[in-house]
Nanobody
Framework: QVQLVESGGGLVQAGGSLRLSCAVS????????IGWFRQAPGKEREGVSC???????LYADSVRGRFTISRDNAKSTAYLQLDSLKPEDTAVYYC???????????????????WGQGTQVTVSS
């Protein structure tokens, strides 16, 4: 397993933006699929976005057009850009990674073996 450390969360007003970062202790991040998930109080963890090792991205309907997933293989870091934030985006955001040869990813926690500790995102109205 690899180690993942998220950062970039915080408090922002509705309509604002944040960029979450996920530093991954992997020598070749391009061989990993990356996922971002979130969990609000009293709710189940839900998939937000994922990026396959082949570069295909997938977004939940609730965030498509507002969030953007990306990676910098040289820095071994994944990102999630959060724009046009809404109060319902408030949650702890987790990044996850798994080494794979697949060119696809799905928004299921069971598909990822390594997880970060999470970073809190709070959107005020």
């Amino acid at each position: 397993q690899v180690q993942l450390v998220e950062s970039g969360g915080g408090l922002v007003q509705a309509g604002g933006s944040l960029r979450l970062s996920c530093a991954v202790s992997a020598p070749a991040l391009n061989y990993y699929k990356i996922g971002w998930f979130r969990q609000a109080p009293g709710k189940e963890r839900e998939g937000v976005s994922c990026l396959s090792s082949g570069g295909r991205s997938l977004y939940a309907d609730s965030v498509r057009g507002r969030f953007t997933i990306s990676r910098d293989n040289a820095k071994s870091t994944a990102y999630l850009q959060l724009d046009s934030l809404k109060p319902e985006d408030t949650a702890v955001y987790y990044c996850a990674a798994t080494r794979t040869n697949s060119g696809y990813c799905i928004l299921s926690p069971s598909g990822f073996g390594s997880w970060g500790q999470g970073t809190q995102v709070t959107v005020s109205s």
